[in-house]
């Protein structure tokens, strides 16, 4: 099985960027708008361009309320369906205004339809 190594790290960085966001919203209670934007600024100081990108994308998830994503566990899982779906649409809407956040609503809704069909 041939991986391409950009496509891991987005898939990684997209985990931590929907991870972090979540723990500094509900954890450290900064709320979805600082935590979110903390982790942008720093993905956008420390990444290349198309990491930074998917990691903010995937900050949006965890911003979801604690109803929607009630855990750290939930916020892992939402990061690895928000990075496979960064994955699997690179090529769709490329350079298409809000694409970052159809895609980070429609992995916050496949989160949640599955934690409920699996409850």
Same mark, same amino acid.
């Given at each position: ?7 891991? +790290? ?8 929907? &991870? ?17 934007g903390l982790?942008?600024? /720093?993905?956008?100081? *420390?990444?290349?361009?198309? *990491?930074?990108?998917? &990691? +903010? ?9 604690? &109803? /929607?994503?009630?855990?750290f566990m939930?916020? *892992? ?32 809704? *496949?989160?949640? &339809? /599955? ?5």
């Amino acid at each position: 099985m041939n991986i391409n190594k950009n496509k891991f +790290y987005i898939l990684i960085c997209s985990i931590i960027g929907t &991870t972090f966001t979540w723990f500094i919203n509900h954890q450290m209670g900064y709320g979805a708008i600082v935590a979110s934007g903390l982790v942008g600024v /720093i993905a956008a100081i *420390l990444l290349p361009d198309y *990491l930074a990108g998917a &990691t +903010y994308t995937a900050s949006f998830v965890g911003m979801g309320a604690i &109803t /929607i994503i009630p855990s750290f566990m939930v916020a *892992l899982f939402a990061g690895i369906v928000v990075g496979l779906l960064i994955v699997s649409t690179t090529e769709i809407y490329a350079g298409i205004g809000g694409k970052g956040g159809t895609t980070a609503t429609l992995a916050t809704i *496949l989160t949640k &339809t /599955i934690l409920v069909i699996f409850r």
